[in-house]
């Protein structure tokens, strides 16, 4: 019985070696598939939990920008307020001096400067400071990504404060140039109109706009000026003996300012000016509505152009903007802007998030 069954062997062992690679095979690969669905199944799941952990950092950094930029806005209204103090002048309105009319004109072009001033600073400090604390946000991420393997930390606490401390550029020497350029434009736009002329909501918006070309186009300076110092002047302070901690700090400022005069950062700034003057507009023609009127024949058309009002009249009204586009309550200026620049982020990778976007998000 042994011996057939040996012979059998012998006359199908090519059979048999045949079949035992094939079933070793197949053993073989089949432990090396489910290897790799493990790894891929394992890879998988680290990526989705790595980009929860970006999403939720994203996330709680647009929480920090907004809490931010709210909590900005009153030292910001304050500083305009401080320097284009119009109530000053309205208070001497009310003692009946003899040089009324001066006054008058004086309140014409500061109030017109400061409520613009108001635009243009809001929405520099939205965008600015959303790109700042973007940039801080990509440096924490990977010194929490990195920082267990006892990589060195690329953004101490001293870093952040001394970066994030450059805002004051805006709140203090940018803002007051802006001001003057602000003012020279309305004073070549309006000094020359009469306080009895009047001006419905369309001709305030061409003055308005001729206000802007001259202050964007016209200056010598862009924009991002106001927002950022210069290097020269960012560097004074520091020329003798810097820090590790300063070196990173100079790092950062050098990385927002490619950023600030980058074309992509100039059109979601474009973007939330033209909300910001748009939601002026939108504020001002409410009081441009005609009055209901039983006697107005009903066909008349609800224009922005049917309605006009002295400009001793726009004067009041414009000068009270400031008060709500600078508001830290939650406010549409603000809501505007922030939406404006979140809708452009997505849709401009390169911005504001040249860390964050290109190599995190």
Request: charged residues 20%; aromatic residues 8%.
């Amino acid at each position: 019985m042994f011996s057939s069954a040996w012979n059998f062997v012998k006359r199908h062992k090519r059979k048999f070696i045949f079949a035992g690679a094939v079933v070793g095979g197949v053993y073989v690969l089949g432990k090396y598939a489910q290897k790799k669905i493990r790894e891929i199944q394992e890879r998988e799941a680290t990526e989705y939990i790595a980009q929860a952990r970006r999403q939720f950092h994203f996330e709680s950094n647009q929480r920090t920008c907004n809490m931010t930029v709210l909590s900005m806005l009153p030292p910001l209204r304050e500083a305009i307020i401080s320097q284009l103090n119009s109530e000053s002048l309205t208070a001497l309105l009310k003692t009946k001096p003899d040089n009324k009319l001066e006054i008058w004109e004086d309140l014409k072009i500061i109030s017109f400067t400061r409520t613009i001033v108001a635009i243009y600073s809001t929405s520099m400090l939205v965008v600015l400071l959303r790109v700042q604390l973007n940039i801080i946000g990509g440096y924490l991420y990977l010194d929490n990504s990195t920082g267990k393997s006892g990589t060195t930390v690329v953004a101490p606490p001293d870093v952040q404060q001394q970066y994030l401390s450059s805002i004051q550029h805006l709140l203090g020497d940018g803002l007051t140039a802006l001001m003057t350029v602000v003012k020279k434009a309305v004073q070549n736009s309006l000094g020359s109109l009469s306080l009895k002329q009047s001006l419905s909501v369309l001709e305030l918006e061409q003055q308005l706009s001729w206000i802007r070309a001259e202050v964007e186009a016209g200056s010598e300076r862009s924009l991002s000026w106001y927002m950022l110092a210069d290097d020269e002047n960012a560097l004074t302070d520091q020329a003798c003996g810097l820090t590790e901690n300063d070196v990173m700090t100079i790092r950062l400022l050098n990385e927002t300012r490619d950023m600030l005069d980058s074309p992509d950062f100039t059109t979601v700034l474009n973007a939330c000016l033209n909300r910001g003057f748009s939601r002026l507009l939108d504020n001002l023609a409410e009081f441009f509505r005609q009055p209901p009127s039983d006697s107005a024949p009903s066909s008349f058309p609800d224009s922005l152009s049917a309605v006009s009002l002295p400009l001793a009249k726009i004067i009041p009204i414009i000068n009270g903007q400031i008060n709500t586009i600078c508001s830290e309550t939650p406010s549409h200026f603000v809501q505007v802007n922030r939406l404006s620049v979140i809708c452009k982020l997505i849709k401009v990778h390169a911005l504001c998030l040249h860390f964050v976007l290109l190599f995190l998000y």
